[in-house]
T-cell receptor, first 113, second 114 residues
Framework: ETGVTQTPRHLVMGMTNKKSLKCEQHLGHNAMYWYKQSAKKPLELMFVYNFKEQTENNSVPSRFSPECPNSSHLFLHLHTLQPEDSALYLC????????????FGQGTRLTVV | GENVEQHPSTLSVQEGDSAVIKCTYSDSASNYFPWYKQELGKRPQLIIDIRSNVGEKKDQRIAVTLNKTAKHFSLHITETQPEDSAVYFCAASNPYNQGGKLIFGQGTELSVKP
């Protein structure tokens, strides 16, 4: 384990469902990120949180709603998703202001049916 | 904002040969350039990184070079082995701006044939 844990590992949901992805980091980092990884596509940055404040939203549709209650936890709330939202969702954390690597969670494989 | 281009998208080499992956970036303020390896079904993991005050860095069979003037950096893997087969991502960031968010290249799928 790298210190970043994501749950669930796999999720299948219908287009009318509401679900949440959870990310937890035990590294004492102050920045957390959500990335989307689709087949044959690069890692797409979705949201950035620094010190619990959202500092970036990369034109992500409103059916994705992030939440960062504290510097150790990050959620991604999902509702009325589309089949094209099926992808691997990766959480990462790092320490702002330092040249240190970003650590990734194992990801949640999401399938929208 | 930052944009990172990575080439090639796929690379196939014979075991023992060298592999080179190249990336270019657009934001001259970027000063941290990591490389991640992602094996099938696993998370991306850092394999080597380089900072803007260094032109080259080596770690056993892996080396990275950086040309800040041209805004490009490269990953070199020598004496490739089958276990090097994976998808490799380059990234660029400025750790002192916006939390050091990483902007990734498109990825290179490396296949090392025995």
């Amino acid at each position: 384990e790298t210190g970043v844990t994501q749950t669930p590992r796999h999720l299948v949901m219908g287009m009318t469902n509401k679900k949440s992805l959870k990310c937890e980091q035990h590294l004492g980092h102050n920045a957390m990120y959500w990335y989307k990884q689709s087949a044959k596509k690069p890692l797409e940055l979705m949201f950035v949180y620094n010190f619990k404040e959202q500092t970036e939203n990369n034109s992500v549709p409103s059916r994705f709603s992030p939440e960062c209650p504290n510097s150790s936890h990050l959620f991604l709330h999902l509702h009325t998703l589309q089949p094209e939202d099926s992808a691997l969702y990766l959480c990462a954390s790092s320490q702002e202001g330092m040249d240190t690597e970003a650590f990734f969670g194992q990801g949640t494989r999401l399938t929208v049916v | 904002g930052e944009n990172v281009e990575q080439h090639p998208s796929t690379l196939s080499v014979q075991e023992g040969d060298s592999a080179v992956i190249k990336c270019t970036y657009s934001d001259s303020a970027s000063n941290y350039f990591p490389w991640y390896k992602q094996e099938l079904g696993k998370r991306p993991q850092l394999i080597i990184d380089i900072r803007s005050n260094v032109g080259e860095k080596k770690d056993q069979r892996i080396a990275v070079t950086l040309n800040k003037t041209a805004k490009h950096f490269s990953l070199h893997i020598t004496e490739t082995q089958p276990e090097d087969s994976a998808v490799y991502f380059c990234a660029a960031s400025n750790p002192y701006n916006q939390g050091g968010k990483l902007i990734f290249g498109q990825g290179t799928e490396l296949s090392v044939k025995p």
